[in-house]
């Protein structure tokens, strides 16, 4: 009889050569089942009962915020239908069992227009008042990495793994693999990206043919999230912006942006690479705030003096 570890290392190989996930997939199923074996009361998958899961599903909740827990629990439960599918147990014991639990609604934080502005102002002075040839490329590069993550919505993770296939400035569009190696095609509608993207690949096309990435640094290696993330810390400073800004913020701000200017929501869905509606509908809560400050601030109603 196989134990609960060789199960699991089994699924993972699975994952991984049939399903065909990606990295960071993989390393949280391998963190959240690896959590789970040790905590199991038994070693026989054969016994691990629907009261065993909710015991460790409650202890969950105690150590992590409910998103965390959600994961964990799809985790889980991916990994038992796989059992039952291969019919390592006859029925997966989350059968008929009902996890409810309210999880807190986290508005997605936005980049004010004005800061995009602002700190998109400070690359490009930058690149053009740069005192070496080095620091004019890395800054034309940086233009490009911005202008990207705000004109398409698109992951950072996605952002870094663009081929120079991927790009192409002719027809003005990106082919983006996202979660799940699912496809999806951007246009990109402003000239000034296209221009400045043109500009980029001309400039660095050298690096990005050794690397095979389109995103790349100038000893030829690929672009890394890490790298964006202080690449990004570092012209905030330089813009005297007080806000802590991600790569993550700019996606938020493409999709809220969208909405707020009437766009449907199921284009915005499919432009974000969202497989379910519902994700993208957290966006419409944003633009709930918005509609309230406009309603508050700019509504006529609060400058009538009515006298009684």
Known sequence: MKNVKTHISEYLSYCQSQKRLDKKTLKAYRTDLGQMECQLPTDDILSVTPTILELYIADLHKKYAPRTVRRKIASIKAFFRFLEQKERIDRSPFHKMEIKFREPVILPKTISLRTIETFLS???????????????????????????????????????????????????????????????????????????????????????????????????????????????????????????????????????????????????????????????????????????????????????RIEG
């Open 122 to 304: 400070t690359i490009y002075h930058q690149y053009k008042n740069a005192q070496t040839e080095y620091q004019r490329k890395n800054a034309l590069r940086d233009a490009a990495v911005i202008e990207t993550l705000f004109a398409t919505g698109i992951r950072i993770s996605e952002l870094c793994s663009l081929r120079p296939k991927d790009v192409d400035l002719q027809d003005n569009c990106i082919l983006i693999y996202g979660k799940g190696s699912k496809e999806r095609k951007l246009q990109i509608g402003n000239e000034d990206v296209t221009c400045i993207l043109q500009k980029y690949k001309n400039s660095f096309l050298t690096e990005m043919q050794a690397c095979n990435h389109f995103f790349a640094n100038q000893n030829q290696t690929p672009l890394s999230d890490q790298s964006v993330r202080r690449m990004i810390n570092r012209y905030t400073s330089l813009a005297s912006i007080e806000l802590h800004i991600t790569p993550h913020m700019f996606r938020h701000t493409f999709a809220t942006s969208l909405l707020e200017a009437d766009v449907d929501i199921r284009y915005i869905q499919k432009m974000l690479g969202h497989s379910s509606i519902h994700v993208t509908e957290i966006y419409t809560h944003v633009a709930m705030a918005k509609q309230r400050d406009i309603l508050r601030t700019k509504h006529p109603r609060k400058d009538l």
